[in-house]
């Protein structure tokens, strides 16, 4: 049955219950005041008096005038019921419908019911908030998917120019060529390693440890220190103890990206960066350009580059801070871009915080 039919039949049901309550409680009320025999004396002197039963008599009068009445009311209820159903489940009727145009591949629509505020209502604006971010969601994946099909295609193109070059001049300088396409290769292999670990932080594909962040953070700066070196950068790591669980190997990699951007997106000479780390959340700032809040909220999208989309020696893939985004979700925590006043960025990313127990605790 569906689920008309079966309120519409409870609706019934209580209606006839109720209808013989009160034929019920009608009854014992006669019964209760009208006696069993009732003496009647006739006023024609022709006639004789006599004694009649009055409680027959009245059921004979009362019972097919009440079953008339449980009729009335068993087409009344069925009939009110199967109105009253279906008014109580047009809203559900349109949420239905909204489910399969969403099946279809339509997320789109919304149901934006009207009406005062029910339980109805409330799933209506919960289905239609689920549509939107299920819609933001599969039109940033394919965005992603676009992109990294952009960024995948690059290299093999050149990989291929420089291979038909070779075949067409097997004389040539074959070093150079082969240099190239070792360059192309690893550039590569860093785009697929980072689509992997990409997939990784947002899948949480990781066994969680008690981590500490100073750590990782003074074993990021001095894997990256030669490199901030020969760019003429000065890295400052400052901080206390910052209890995490986690991935180590992801929260490092996630330090690792902070700080070789903010290398990397630096002054050409004479630049700055400081790492600090205190209060369940890891801070990396550096010197740099003006970045205005647009260019800001742009560089957490996969495939961004500084303020835009600009290759240089060591401009990496373009999913450094997207990795570091996704890392940051993994673990429950957030991630804050903001432009610093004298140029250049600051990046904060904020963990849930792990009490650490005192003494004889």
């Known amino acids: 049955m569906s689920v008309r039919l079966k ?43 006599g004694v009649f039963p009055v409680r027959s008599a009245l ?14 009311l068993l087409v009344f209820g069925l009939v009110g019921g199967w109105l009253l159903a279906g008014r109580m489940l047009a809203p559900l009727t349109r949420i239905t419908e909204a489910t399969r145009t969403a099946a279809s591949g339509s997320l789109a ?8 505020w029910d339980e109805f209502r409330e ?16 039109a940033e994946q394919q965005r992603f998917a676009a992109n990294a099909s952009h960024e995948l295609r690059t290299p093999l193109a050149i990989t291929q120019a420089l291979l038909d070059v070779a ?20 550039r590569a292999i860093e785009l697929t390693e980072a689509l992997l670990l990409l997939s990784r ?5 990781f066994t969680p440890e008690r981590v500490d962040l100073s750590l990782i953070a003074e074993e990021a700066t001095e894997t990256l220190l030669p490199f901030a070196e020969k760019r003429g950068v ?12 986690g991935s180590p190997a992801l929260l490092l990699q996630m330090t690792t990206n902070l700080v070789h951007n903010a290398i990397v997106h630096n002054l050409p000479q004479g630049g700055t960066v400081w790492v600090t780390t205190g209060g369940g959340q890891l801070t990396v700032e550096n010197t740099g350009e003006t970045l205005s809040p647009h260019d800001v909220a742009r560089m957490v999208e996969p495939f961004e580059r500084g303020a835009g989309r600009v290759r240089t020696d060591h401009g990496g893939v373009g999913l450094g801070l997207a990795i570091v985004r996704s890392v940051a979700e993994a673990h429950d925590g957030t991630l804050a871009l903001q432009p610093r006043a004298g140029g ?13 127990p005192g003494p004889g605790q």
Do not use: K
């Not at 932080?201 to 594909?205: E, P, T, V």
């Open 109 to 116: 629509h919304r149901i934006r019911l009207e009406g005062r």
């Open 167 to 186: 075949r067409q001049d097997p004389d040539g300088a074959g070093g150079e060529v082969v240099d190239r396409l070792h360059a192309v290769n690893a």
């Open 234 to 245: 000065t890295i400052e790591t400052t901080g206390e103890l910052t209890p995490a669980v």
């Open 59 to 72: 059921l004979h009068v009362f019972a097919p005038r009440a079953a008339a009445v449980m009729a009335v």
């Open 123 to 138: 799933l209506a604006d919960a289905f239609d908030t689920m549509l939107a971010r299920l819609e933001a969601q599969v």
């Open 201 to 205: 932080a947002d899948q949480r594909a």
């Open 7 to 49: 309120l519409t039949l409870s609706y019934t049901g209580f209606l006839l219950l109720a209808g013989a309550l009160l034929l019920a409680a009608v009854w014992v009320f006669l019964l209760r005041y009208v006696p069993d025999r009732a003496l009647l004396i006739s006023a024609d002197p022709g006639m004789q008096g």
């Open 344 to 356: 250049g960025l600051r990046v904060t990313v904020r963990l849930n915080p792990v009490r650490v």
